[in-house]
């Protein structure tokens, strides 16, 4: 069990305590993860806002807006582990009555598919939502041609949970209830609020006065923003971006939805926000986030989790608008004053087959230094500059696991006495010295040599 000392646990109150009082939210509540676990947990205000009103806890409902998608998108990931789609599918292929049918699912779950972000019917979050007939009835169109740029779409995930429920049999709810919740345990995750839940209310801007908002079913709309959650039954779904799935996903596919794929933030020479297959990715000073936020008339959410150490936050509060930075102030609270550890070096005697590989190696003139990774693989130079890259063995070899050679396979070829004489790379080859005359290299060998 993960405990946190008890003044780091002060000063994530106390910051929970500044954010509800100086944002004037009614109430507010956070939950941190760590290894896997929950390691703290707050509250603060009261559920309707009143001095004498019911003390939120972390058991209390609030709704969660978008974080919804991300449980369609690791739904559909799914189906496609279980072979009923492909990502690279049209969405006409399986719902042959939409008519942007060209549009794909990868599309969909990246935003990029360039359709429109809402409907153009009344406001889907504050009035009751319709059928999936009347939902492709207010899509006239794309806005973007698909695959060309980020475009935020409510409509496209509203589209998702239809594919989710065409394919399993079921409402997507159903789907997503009986496939992630029930396995992970998040049985206070529901699709319409279940008591202790908090009221959405909107506070108003100068003046300290709350107004009711409206909630209802959003129906076909619902997969875009419907869920309610609390506190401790998020903080399981921050401990699965983290890693812990606990077998309702497989890994690979939990890390190949967490690429990022679509760029929304183009205002620096670093890329500052991303979408992968249905997650949020940050790049905050190189150190990378995952996640999702959530918002609906009288509610606000965000779920963040550092990809390189797993720990992971929620917050979720019932204002309309509001809430400051205590999402990610909190989870930097808790990097600086209680750092993860690195896991302690050790010898790892399976390396010792791939000794021979070790050391130098030239693609033409470039040189490059194989070196073995504690985690099985290798690395060919250093990733992230130029060429370098990390590989890892598969069935065939090895497999390129980021930079140019993502994905691309890799084979050792030895010579008569065993000894690694090429790489080959895709069509490139590497060996041992510069344009090795001992070996093959592609275009031959000058007949003069270096000269």
Do not use: C
Not at 42 to 69: L, W
Not at 95 to 116: D, K, N, R, W
Not at 137 to 159: E, I, K, Q
């Amino acid at each position: 069990m993960t405990s946190l000392d008890p003044t780091t646990t002060a000063a994530l109150d106390r910051r929970l305590a500044v954010e509800q009082s100086t944002q004037r939210l009614p109430s507010v509540v956070a939950a941190v993860v760590r290894a896997g676990e929950l390691v703290w947990a707050g509250a603060v205000g009261a559920v309707d806002g009143r001095p004498d009103g019911a003390p939120a806890t972390p058991d209390t409902q609030y709704r969660i807006g978008s974080i919804s998608k991300t449980f369609v998108a690791v739904e559909v990931m799914r189906l496609r582990d279980e072979g009923l789609l492909s990502i690279a599918d049209t969405i006409g292929a399986h719902l042959p009555e939409v008519p942007f049918g060209h549009v794909t699912i990868a599309q969909l779950l990246t935003h990029t598919s360039g359709l429109q972000a809402e409907t153009d019917g009344d406001w889907w979050e504050r009035t009751a939502g319709g059928s999936w007939a009347d939902l492709l009835s207010t899509v006239p169109g794309l806005r973007f041609t698909p695959g060309t740029a980020f475009h935020y779409s409510n409509v496209g995930y509203g589209v998702l949970g239809e594919l989710v429920a065409r394919l399993r049999g079921r409402p997507w709810q159903d789907a997503v209830r009986d496939g992630i919740l029930t396995p992970l345990g998040m049985h206070r995750t529901t699709t319409r609020p279940v008591a202790p839940s908090a009221p959405g209310l909107a506070v108003h801007p100068l003046a300290d006065l709350l107004h009711a908002e409206p909630e209802h079913d959003a129906v076909s709309m619902a997969p875009a923003g419907q869920l309610w959650s609390t506190a401790a039954d998020l903080s399981t779904w921050a401990a699965f971006l983290g890693g812990r799935t606990q077998g309702v996903l497989a890994d690979e596919t939990l890390a190949e939805m967490l690429r990022p794929v679509a760029v929304n933030d183009l205002a620096g020479a670093a890329w500052g926000g991303a979408h992968g297959l249905g997650w949020q990715m940050w790049n905050v000073d190189g150190r990378r986030y995952a996640g999702h936020g959530g918002s609906m008339p009288g509610f606000l959410a965000g779920l963040r989790v550092d990809v390189e150490s797993g720990d992971g936050i929620v917050l979720m509060t019932n204002a309309t608008s509001g809430l400051g930075t205590a999402t990610t102030d909190l989870l930097d609270l808790l990097r600086e004053r209680e750092p993860v550890s690195p896991a302690p070096w050790h010898a790892d005697a399976s390396q010792a087959p791939a000794l021979d590989l070790v050391g130098p190696w030239f693609w033409g003139t470039y040189a490059f230094t194989l070196s073995l990774d504690g985690d099985g693989g290798f690395r060919l130079g250093e990733p992230g500059q130029g060429r370098g890259a990390r590989f890892r063995r598969d069935d065939q070899g090895w497999v390129g696991l980021d930079g140019y050679y993502r994905g691309e396979p890799l084979r050792v070829e030895r010579d008569a006495a065993g000894r690694p004489a090429r790489l080959v790379l895709a069509s490139f080859v590497f060996t041992r010295t510069p344009y090795d005359p001992t070996v093959e290299v592609p275009g031959g060998i000058d007949e003069h040599g270096w000269h």
